[in-house]
């Protein structure tokens, strides 16, 4: 089966791209997250985008080589522009927030990972995992805080 490219993100089927999600470039799974969500299916979108943080944060961790102008700057890019609209519209819901990452997480659990194979890096992948539940339970812990600094803001809540 041939690696699905950025067009293939853009327009093959949900079920085709899915199929070999855990066989691509973490980009693509940004790609993917904003495609979902320009297509209404916001909370998919936040799960996509999540696995695709995970699995990129992890592939700059065991490759702090990398110029620092090629992936590091596009995954920057990415969580600045495809991050912004998806967490700005979870934001509103925590608890669907929280279950959408621990979703990612167990995803990530359950697959594999062909471009950083999981088994090579054990300690850095635990980091970074490690950095995304810190996250959620942040999430969990401030859930009230996260809902009155959005209404603050005039950001809705659920």
Do not use: C
Not at 45 to 53: E, L, S
Not at 93 to 104: M, R
Not at 142 to 154: F, P, V
């Amino acid at each position: 089966m041939a690696q699905i490219s950025v067009d293939d993100v853009k327009v093959e089927t949900h079920e085709k791209i899915e199929s070999q999600l855990h066989s691509v470039h973490p980009s693509l799974l940004y790609l993917y997250a904003a495609r979902l969500f320009q297509e209404d299916r916001k909370e998919e979108a936040v799960f996509w985008f999540y696995v695709g943080q995970l699995r990129f944060r992890y592939l700059l961790v065991v490759n702090p080589d990398l110029p620092l102008d090629g992936a590091p700057a596009l995954m920057d890019a990415l969580n600045e522009n495809v991050g912004l609209y998806i967490n700005e519209w979870v934001g509103k819901n925590p608890l669907l927030w929280v279950s959408l990452i621990d979703k990612a997480l167990e995803w990530d659990t359950s697959n594999i990972n062909v471009v950083t194979p999981k088994e090579t890096h054990v300690k850095e992948l635990l980091q970074v995992r490690s950095g995304l539940v810190d996250l959620r339970n942040y999430i969990v812990n401030h859930a009230s805080e996260i809902r009155e600094q959005r209404k603050a803001a005039g950001l809705p809540v659920d």
